[in-house]
């Protein structure tokens, strides 16, 4: 695989708690595998990024909320940990989904229609993300879905300059 790529790891934070955040030791895990997985890839986590954005205030809550999202939408492989609902990485398979990225939920809501038709696998949790990885499937279904994104339309074709 020659292509940098470049991953999000998306995931539920806060959920439904009015108050702290929710593990998120996932976020290491799902990073080391991706790391060791595709060498050189950039791995992206909005923990890192943002740390302790509970504390934020409002104009530093929504830049970096607005941050997040504009991310989520720009990379080519998306992978949610979702074991319960969670707004913000709805809008997160959302954005990813609607521009083209692989969205890879970890999940046990396979009836829930975001997680449902906004993904392009659903594992069930991690031990399975990690045996998805370690068995190529990963790099199956990257391969897969560059094989299916046209290509960049001809200059003499469409009309307009590179």
Request: aromatic share 8%; hydrophobic share 45%.
């Amino acid at each position: 695989m020659s292509k940098h790529l470049r991953f999000f790891i998306g995931g539920i934070i806060q959920g439904s708690l009015p108050d702290g955040i929710h593990s998120q030791d996932y976020r290491k895990e799902i990073a080391v595998l991706l790391r060791n997985a595709f060498p050189g890839a950039e791995v992206f986590d909005p923990i890192k990024e943002y740390p302790d954005s509970l504390s934020y205030n409002d104009a530093k809550g929504e830049a970096a909320f607005r941050d997040l999202m504009r991310r989520a939408g720009e990379c080519d492989v998306l992978v949610a940990f979702i074991p319960e609902a969670s707004m913000g990485t709805a809008i997160e398979l959302w954005n990813a989904s609607r521009n083209g990225a692989l969205v890879v939920a970890v999940s046990g809501l396979k009836r829930n229609w975001v997680v449902r038709f906004l993904s392009d696998r659903i594992v069930p949790d991690l031990p399975a993300l990690k045996k998805f990885i370690l068995d190529g499937g990963l790099a199956d279904a990257v391969a897969e879905k560059d094989s299916k994104r046209p290509s960049e339309p001809d200059a003499a074709v469409s009309g307009t300059e590179k």
